[in-house]
């Protein structure tokens, strides 16, 4: 049977299916993903040690893993959209994979905490006995994390204006409340990175330091990915990719916008006001 023929055929099993789960085809984007991501802590690895080409290595492998991800993404939409394999079910499902995403990623700063704490309720003798160690100044809270703040809060409400409006079908809504979303966004990475230029410390000064800037640097990361994820729902809303009842796609976005305000504000507080205390 030839490859036209077996096209058909699985076209016409689709359209008689008796289940609303999508059962997707062959892909090479996942391993070919994984391949790349290994590549990418390779390279990471030979970066930090200063191996020779370690930064180019590590940045192809970064446009590769970017790559595979856009295909393997292009592939979804595809399926969303146009295929109609989503259906309600499918929808749950990807509601759920979204919430243990996020509830892993609460894991993983929830790590990051723990080892604060344990720093700064009991403070080492090797650091002075005291928090924040000895010759450390701390940044001022009220100066540029307040503003981070009030940017981050306010790009809170303006992606919750976004779903009520794609909820109530206003499209000019839709698209002035996400394009300030996106915007809130870039001037709070741009406000992230002014702050590191300026700030009276280095990630290699004492255990103050390395969690400030791991904590906050990788909060950053997902403050460029949440926004990044925001444009590509920005995109498929021009594009007429949702509707009042088919969005799950901005849903996800929008969840992990809220997520990314919450540990803000986490960080806001434990670490600028009462860490720097």
Not at 62 to 70: G, P, Q
């Amino acid at each position: 049977m030839n490859n036209v023929l077996k096209k058909r055929l699985n076209y016409n099993l689709r359209r008689h299916e008796q289940h609303p789960f999508h059962l997707v085809d062959t892909s090479p984007w996942p391993l070919m993903t994984s391949l790349s991501l290994f590549s990418l802590c390779l390279s990471f690895i030979m970066y930090f040690h200063f191996f020779s080409s370690g930064t180019f290595y590590f940045v192809e492998s970064l446009l590769i893993l970017c790559f595979y991800l856009c295909r393997w993404f292009v592939d979804i939409i595809m399926e969303a959209t146009y295929e109609g394999h989503h259906t309600l079910k499918v929808q749950q499902g990807i509601r759920m994979g979204m919430c243990l995403f996020i509830v892993s990623e609460i894991m993983f700063f929830f790590s990051f905490f723990w080892a604060f704490f344990h720093a700064s309720l009991a403070p080492s003798v090797d650091i002075g006995g005291i928090w924040p160690p000895l010759k450390v100044e701390a940044l001022d809270p009220w100066g540029l994390p307040l503003l981070n703040t009030i940017i981050l809060l306010s790009s809170g409400i303006t992606i919750t204006w976004a779903h009520r409006a794609i909820l109530s079908s206003d499209r000019d809504g839709v698209t002035n409340s996400l394009l300030a979303t996106v915007g809130y966004g870039l001037f709070f990475t741009s406000i992230q990175y002014y702050e590191y230029a300026v700030a009276p410390f280095s990630i290699n000064d004492s255990i103050f330091g390395s969690l400030f800037f791991m904590l906050t640097g990788f909060h950053g990361i997902h403050v460029l990915v949440g926004t990044i994820f925001l444009v590509v729902c920005l995109i498929r809303h021009l594009n007429y990719h949702f509707t009042s009842s088919h969005h799950v796609g901005f849903e996800a976005a929008a969840w992990y916008w809220h997520f990314v305000d919450a540990v803000w504000l986490f960080l806001f507080v434990v670490i600028y006001i009462w860490g720097s205390n």
